[in-house]
């Protein structure tokens, strides 16, 4: 422990503009209770969701003052009593936390937090969280994605694009991904998917149906369903399913478009995922690291004083690639 009991954090004292993230230099470090794991961050993933949560325009609302951020990845500090599997010195990843992941220090409950096996470092460890347990959800649980079937992932580049790509090859499907820049396309076909498109094309769409020979895809992973929705139902095979991972507004469709392939919308939400869910998600993706295939890709890296930076560039970036991390 830091000879000095107070460490560097980002705190919110109001909803609004990234300018809110206020860099301190004299938070208290927590101390562990019951069943809980005090972790020195090394790395913390940067998630759209932090930016509608500080903005005061997600449904739940953390009480005021706050730090963001759950994906964290590091060193076991201390435990708190009744910790069984965790112990001082041990490498973690998290998938939540109590006090927040923008921080030198954090507290998170026993059962959010996972070993780092050796083959990761801290960087790709703190994007595992929020980005791999999404896509798993989406894939699995929400869309019952089976091997042989064609998987198309809308935005493909970023967090939960690439470890959606990554996880659907391994599982056994055929992967197609979008990305916005050439860059972000070579980064799709790197990590997973058989064939890569530009959404900015005018008629990628037209190409895409082509690729799968009219058949249209079994399963689509949807980023930016307010953009997409309407070209995803016209693209989907019968008895498809869109999972909704993401939306910045509303969209127009026409149900039409769902009644003769008999095709399903499914929103995706990881703060729903039972216990169970969780620990299923947590052994697959374990599976995945030993195997070598879940392989996190980096995207910008920032320093914590320069989180509100992070927060406005995820939000305006011309195309994501890889994911996002504040260097603690």
Known sequence: MASLKVM?????????????LKFCTDVPI????PKQVLIRV?????????????AGAYARKPSLPYTPGSDVAGVVEAVGDGVRFLKAGDRVFTISTETGGYAEYTLASEESVHKLPDSLNYKQGAAVGIPYFTAYR???????????ETVLIHGASGGVGVAACQLARAFGLKVLGTAGTPDGM??????????????????YVDKIQDATEGNGVNVIVEML?????????????FGGRVTIVGCRGSVEINPRDTMAKESS?????????????????????FAGMEAGWLKPVIGPEYSLDKAAQAHEDIIDSSG????????I
Do not use: Q, W
Request: proline share 4%; glycine share 8%; hydrophobic share 45%.
């Open 8 to 20: 560097k954090a980002i705190r919110v004292s109001e909803f609004g503009a990234p300018s809110v």
């Open 30 to 33: 927590p101390a562990p209770g």
């Open 42 to 54: 090394h790395a913390c993933g940067v998630n759209p969701v932090e930016t509608y949560i500080r």
């Open 138 to 148: 989406a894939l699995f649980h929400k869309a019952h994605a089976k091997a042989g």
């Open 186 to 203: 070579k980064l799709v076909l790197g990590n997973g998917a058989h064939v890569a498109f530009n959404h900015r094309e005018k008629d």
């Open 225 to 237: 369903s307010n953009v997409n929705l309407s070209n995803d139902l016209k693209l989907l095979a």
């Open 265 to 285: 919308i499914v929103g995706v939400s990881l703060f729903s995922a039972t216990k169970e869910e969780r620990a299923e998600t947590a052994a697959a993706l």
């Open 320 to 327: 994501a690639s890889g994911k996002m991390i504040l260097i």
